[in-house]
Each structure stands twice: as C-alpha cells, then as structure tokens.
C-alpha cells in the first residue's frame, strides 16, 4: 500500500533463461527468437536486467505428471526413433532436450507469478503440439500441461483454462485434457492447417481461410467470454502465438499487428477484470521477417504490462492467490 493506501502494481517480471534456444541451425522455427526478444525489451528500456527471472528447469516428475515415463526417458536418452523425430520435424540435440525441460520450468514459474500478480509472462513456452508419448510440430513437450499439472498437485489451483491463439490447432493440450472436468481447453485456429488431425478441444474455433482482424476478435470474443463465464477458471493460460500475422510463413490467417494486438487486450484484459490471473505463453511465430515476430511478441509483453497495472491500481487482483470460488478437484 502507498501512503495514500492504494494500491501500487508489483514489478512486471518476464522469465527467461538464455538456454531457451533450440537450437535448430537454418529452420523456419526462428528459436534464437527468444534472445531477440529480451535483448529488444531491454534496448528499449521496456524492461531492466533485473526484470527478468531465471527458471529453473522442471524435473522428470514434473514431466511424468503429463508425459509417459517412455517419452520422457527416450529425450532424456536420446534414443529416439527415426518416425520420433519425422513427427517432431526438428534435429534432436542435448541442448534441445535442456531446452524444453526449461521451458516447462519457465510455464510453471510464469503461472506461480500470475497467481501472486495477475499475470506471469515466459518468453517462450507454449508448445501445444506434445502429446503424453511423442512430439510433433516442433514440440517435444507440453509446458502448458505441465504447468497446470503441477499447480493442481500442489494444490495452488483446481480448474484452469487454455486459451490457445496460435494459428494452429492446439491438438496435443487437447489430447491431454481430454475428458477432464477441471481444464477448459480452448482452441481458435486456421482449420485448412497443420494439423491434419484435430482432437476435440472443449471449445474450437475453426477459422476459414484468410480471416482477419474483425471476424477473429468478434468470434474469440464470444466464444472465450462465454466460457469463462461459465467454467470459472481459477488461472487462464494464455497461448499467444504470433503466427496468426497475415505475412506468416506457416499461416493462412491475416491479422495485422493491431488486430493481434486487440487479441492480447480481450484476453488478458477479460480474465483480469474477472479477478482471474493470467499466464503467458508465446508459442508459434514464423513471419517472412523475423522482425515482426519480434515485434508481435514484444507488443503481447507491452500490452499485459499496460493492463497489469491498471488491473491492479483498480483493485481487480491481489497479491496472492485470487479466489473464484469452489470447484471440482483436479481429475
């Protein structure tokens, strides 16, 4: 409290480790994009050397609370097979496999944050295409799932929500979640897209070809506002994939750096002023210029920064866990 008793916002902490990149050699997945972006947020002066929180990485229990003890013990290892890594379409190394186990680490961290100040950013993350015994689409594990898991066991949360914006389809969470009462997965995407095989989310969206700014917020506005009316999340997992862009290599959508912009606003913004914390997760990004990957990932950071403080001046959040009530226990 300050001296006139209002509330002052907590320090905007991003976490980040300089492990983070995959290191993929010439790849369309640009995954030194993450140093980009912090050494960006910090000529900028978006953000301080000390804004930035090293995670730890998560530990193959962590891991096993999502992933079989054969998938986990095959990356560990490194004796993935041939078909393991066609489906992952990404080059196995030791400092990939460091990477994802940090990765996974920094979604747990972001989500302990987000529930101490009501969002919690990792600039990186968000690799939904996992599923419990293999990989695909560049994504070896799912921190997303790895995240909520380990907040219900400890207890910290019951229910969470996905809310996957990446252009793709969110098929590993899906698969994940699938059937359980206590994760709400929601998924908008290009349906003419990677991959060919959608699990029902609990809620999809499926875009046509060539969607822009309008249609999308209006749709994911409906759909999202609905849902968490409804199931009452008591943390949001944001997946803010920058691959919706309309210059998008691996995309077939056509929002403009304002649109996704709105997007990050409806999300973050939504969830808050329902005193429920969010975190972030950026996931996919593959512009004919990295540039603008860079700069779509640094407004998602900019615009949760922005409504951080006005949420919290405004008394929406509060420091510690944000309460919404009972719900049923983790499945």
Same mark, same amino acid.
């Given at each position: 409290?300050?001296?006139?008793?209002?509330?002052?916002?907590?320090?905007?902490?991003?976490?980040?480790?300089?492990?983070?990149?995959?290191?993929?050699?010439?790849?369309?997945?640009?995954?030194?994009?993450?140093?980009?972006?912090?050494?960006?947020?910090?000529?900028?002066?978006?953000?301080?050397?000390?804004?930035?929180?090293? !995670? %730890?990485?998560?530990?193959?229990?962590?891991?096993?609370?999502?992933? #079989?003890? &054969?998938?986990?013990?095959? *990356?560990?290892? @490194?004796?993935?097979?041939?078909?393991?890594?066609?489906?992952?379409?990404?080059?196995?190394?030791?400092?990939?496999?460091?990477?994802?186990?940090?990765?996974?680490?920094?979604?747990?961290?972001?989500?302990?944050?987000?529930?101490?100040?009501?969002?919690?950013?990792?600039?990186?993350?968000?690799?939904?295409?996992?599923?419990?015994?293999?990989?695909?689409?560049?994504?070896?594990?799912?921190?997303?799932?790895?995240?909520?898991?380990?907040?219900?066991?400890?207890?910290?949360?019951?229910?969470?929500?996905?809310?996957?914006?990446?252009?793709?389809?969110?098929?590993?969470?899906?698969?994940?979640?699938?059937?359980?009462?206590?994760?709400?997965?929601?998924?908008?995407?290009?349906?003419?897209?990677?991959?060919?095989?959608?699990? !029902? %989310?609990?809620?999809?969206?499926?875009?046509?070809?060539?969607?822009? #700014?309008? &249609?999308?917020?209006?749709? *994911?506005?409906? @759909?999202?506002?609905?849902?968490?009316?409804?199931?009452?999340?008591?943390?949001?997992?944001?997946?803010?994939?920058?691959?919706?862009?309309?210059?998008?290599?691996?995309?077939?959508?056509?929002?403009?750096?304002?649109?996704?912009?709105?997007?990050?606003?409806?999300?973050?913004?939504?969830?808050?002023?329902?005193?429920?914390?969010?975190?972030?997760?950026?996931?996919?990004?593959?512009?004919?210029?990295?540039?603008?990957?860079?700069?779509?990932?640094?407004?998602?950071?900019?615009v949760a920064k922005e409504i951080a403080g006005k949420t919290w001046a405004a008394g929406q959040t509060?420091?510690?866990?944000?309460?919404?009530?009972?719900?049923?226990?983790?499945?």
């Amino acid at each position: 409290m300050s001296e006139t008793g209002a509330r002052q916002p907590l320090p905007f902490r991003l976490v980040y480790s300089e492990l983070y990149d995959l290191h993929l050699g010439e790849h369309v997945f640009p995954s030194k994009k993450y140093r980009w972006l912090h050494d960006r947020l910090i000529r900028t002066r978006f953000a301080a050397p000390e804004d930035f929180i090293e !995670p %730890s990485a998560a530990t193959d229990d962590d891991l096993r609370l999502v992933h #079989d003890p &054969e998938w986990v013990a095959k *990356l560990r290892s @490194g004796t993935l097979t041939y078909q393991d890594i066609l489906r992952l379409e990404i080059p196995y190394s030791r400092q990939m496999v460091e990477a994802f186990w940090l990765a996974a680490g920094g979604t747990i961290l972001a989500a302990r944050l987000a529930r101490e100040s009501g969002v919690g950013f990792n600039i990186g993350g968000g690799f939904h295409h996992a599923f419990p015994g293999h990989g695909e689409g560049f994504c070896a594990i799912n921190d997303i799932a790895v995240a909520i898991r380990r907040l219900q066991r400890d207890g910290t949360i019951r229910r969470a929500m996905v809310v996957d914006c990446d252009v793709h389809h969110g098929n590993g969470t899906a698969a994940v979640f699938a059937g359980d009462p206590s994760v709400f997965t929601l998924s908008i995407h290009q349906y003419n897209n990677y991959p060919s095989e959608k699990p !029902p %989310s609990s809620l999809d969206i499926h875009l046509a070809d060539g969607i822009g #700014d309008g &249609e999308y917020l209006h749709r *994911l506005g409906n @759909g999202y506002r609905a849902a968490l009316t409804m199931f009452q999340p008591e943390l949001v997992i944001y997946v803010a994939g920058a691959d919706p862009y309309f210059e998008d290599q691996l995309g077939g959508l056509s929002l403009t750096f304002d649109g996704l912009k709105e997007r990050d606003r409806l999300v973050i913004w939504t969830a808050l002023t329902h005193r429920i914390p969010v975190a972030i997760v950026l996931a996919g990004g593959y512009a004919q210029s990295v540039e603008d990957t860079i700069t779509i990932h640094a407004n998602t950071a900019a615009v949760a920064k922005e409504i951080a403080g006005k949420t919290w001046a405004a008394g929406q959040t509060e420091a510690g866990p944000v309460p919404t009530g009972p719900g049923p226990q983790a499945g």
